[in-house]
């Protein structure tokens, strides 16, 4: 059994679900093919990003989501968390209902990833940020 762990930063972002499912193999690709079988987990290192598996094909899927995250959090409810600009408050919910993190089987050095799945960064905020993810793998060698 072995461990492994490592950090990537994706370049500066403004709002919008973006399709990294690429930008992560490369990131750990020569690590993660050392692995027979395990699990790989993404931890997003922020409030007001989010990380999710979904259709990697369609590109209006992201642009859905976005939509769909804006109407459940609007940046016009009265939030009293304005620190940082009326995005500030309606990305930290939708952080909170998306999450920060995903767990993905390895398979044969590979993410087990279904047909049509994809791992994608939400940047919930309209000024572009740089996320950090810390990506842990463990399993067998």
């Known amino acids: 059994m072995g461990w492994s762990q490592l950090t990537h930063t994706f370049q500066a972002r403004s709002k919008g679900c973006y399709l990294v499912t690429s930008e992560i193999e490369k990131a750990i690709g ?3 093919r050392k692995y027979k079988v395990g699990m790989c987990n993404l931890f997003l290192q922020h409030t007001s990003a989010s ?8 590109r209006e899927v992201r642009t859905d989501l976005t939509m769909a995250l804006d109407h459940m959090a609007p940046e016009s409810l009265p939030y009293d968390h304005t620190d940082e600009g009326p995005d500030d408050a309606c990305g930290h919910v939708k952080c909170a209902v998306m999450g920060v993190s995903l767990d993905i089987p390895i398979r044969n050095g590979q993410l087990a990833l ?3 799945q994809g791992i994608y960064l939400c940047e919930h905020r309209r000024y572009q940020h740089q996320r950090t993810v810390v990506i842990t793998i463990q399993g067998e060698k």
Do not use: A, D, H, I
């Open 30 to 32: 020569s690590e993660l």
């Open 51 to 58: 990380l999710c598996l979904n259709e990697n094909v369609c």
């Open 114 to 116: 279904g047909t049509w």
